[in-house]
T-cell receptor
Framework: AQKVTQAQTEISVVEKEDVTLDCVYE???????LFWYKQPPSGELVFLIR??????QNEISGRYSWNFQKSTSSFNFTITASQVVDSAVYFC??????????????FGQGTRLTINP | DSGVTQTPKHLITATGQRVTLRCSPR?????VYWYQQSLDQGLQFLIQ???????AKGNILERFSAQQFPDLHSELNLSSLELGDSALYFC??????????????FGPGTRLTVT
C-alpha cells in the first residue's frame, strides 16, 4: 500500500524567507510518480509538478524548487523568497497502481503555509 | 483554470436527502476521478472511471455511486445523506490511466453542506 506523510501540519514564516515543505512516501512499486498540488484559500487544487521515480534530478521553476531523493523516499518542496500569495495548503501525492494498469493518487495530509507580510 | 468543470459550486441539503454532483473533464481526457476532502479524513479517493467504465474504487460508501456517460461527463450520486457527508467533493481528469502522461487536473470542487 502507498502512503504519503507530510509531518509539518502548519508553517508560518515572514515574507521573503525561504521555506521547505517536507514529504516522505512509502511504496513498493518500482515505477511511480510524485506530485505537488497547491490549494489556495479559494479551494481549488492546482497542479504544480509531477516527478517520475526514475528521474532524481532536482527541478526549479522560478521561486519553486523540488528535491527528490529516492534513498530517503523524500520529495521536498522549497519556496525561495516567499510571498504572501504563496499562502495555501500544499499537498504531496503519490501515484499508486490499482487493477488493470490504472493509477490513483494517494495524498498526504497537507501542510498549511502562511506567509506573513 | 484546469479545464475541469464541476456543478454546482455549493449545495446545501438536509439529512436523508439525495444529491447529484456533476463533472465535465478536460477536453480529450478519458479518465475521471472523484475525491472527498473533509477536515478529519483529508483528501480521499472515491472512485475512478475510464471511458465509461469503472476502473477503481477507493473509500466510497455504499450510499454513494457514480457513472460516466458517453460524452465523458460524470456524476456522483450521494444518497441518504448524513451530517458527516458534509465535505468538498472534487472531480479530476487525466488523459490516461497511467504512464508518462499521467497527471490529474482538478475541478474547483462542490462544497456540500448537510444540515
Amino acid at each position: 500500500a502507498q502512503k504519503v506523510t507530510q509531518a509539518q501540519t502548519e508553517i508560518s514564516v515572514v515574507e521573503k524567507e525561504d521555506v521547505t515543505l517536507d514529504c516522505v512516501y512509502e511504496t513498493r512499486d518500482t515505477t511511480y510518480y510524485l506530485f505537488w498540488y497547491k490549494q489556495p484559500p479559494s479551494g481549488e487544487l492546482v497542479f504544480l509538478i509531477r516527478r517520475n521515480s526514475f528521474d532524481e534530478q532536482n527541478e526549479i521553476s522560478g521561486r519553486y524548487s523540488w528535491n527528490f531523493q529516492k534513498s530517503t523516499s523524500s520529495f521536498n518542496f522549497t519556496i525561495t523568497a516567499s510571498q504572501v500569495v504563496d499562502s495555501a495548503v500544499y499537498f504531496c501525492a503519490l501515484s499508486g497502481w490499482v487493477s488493470q494498469g490504472a493509477q490513483k493518487l494517494v495524498f498526504g495530509q497537507g501542510t498549511r503555509l502562511t506567509i506573513n507580510p | 483554470d484546469s479545464g475541469v468543470t464541476q456543478t454546482p459550486k455549493h449545495l446545501i441539503t438536509a439529512t436523508g436527502q439525495r444529491v447529484t454532483l456533476r463533472c465535465s473533464p478536460r477536453s480529450g481526457d478519458l479518465s475521471v476521478y472523484w475525491y472527498q476532502q473533509s477536515l478529519d479524513q483529508g483528501l480521499q479517493f472515491l472512485i475512478q472511471y475510464y471511458n465509461g467504465e469503472e476502473r477503481a474504487k477507493g473509500n466510497i460508501l455504499e450510499r454513494f455511486s457514480a457513472q460516466q456517460f458517453p460524452d465523458l461527463h460524470s456524476e456522483l450520486n450521494l444518497s441518504s445523506l448524513e451530517l458527516g457527508d458534509s465535505a468538498l467533493y472534487f472531480c479530476a481528469s487525466s488523459p490516461s490511466l497511467g504512464g508518462n502522461t499521467y497527471e490529474q487536473y482538478f475541478g474547483p470542487g462542490t462544497r456540500l453542506t448537510v444540515t
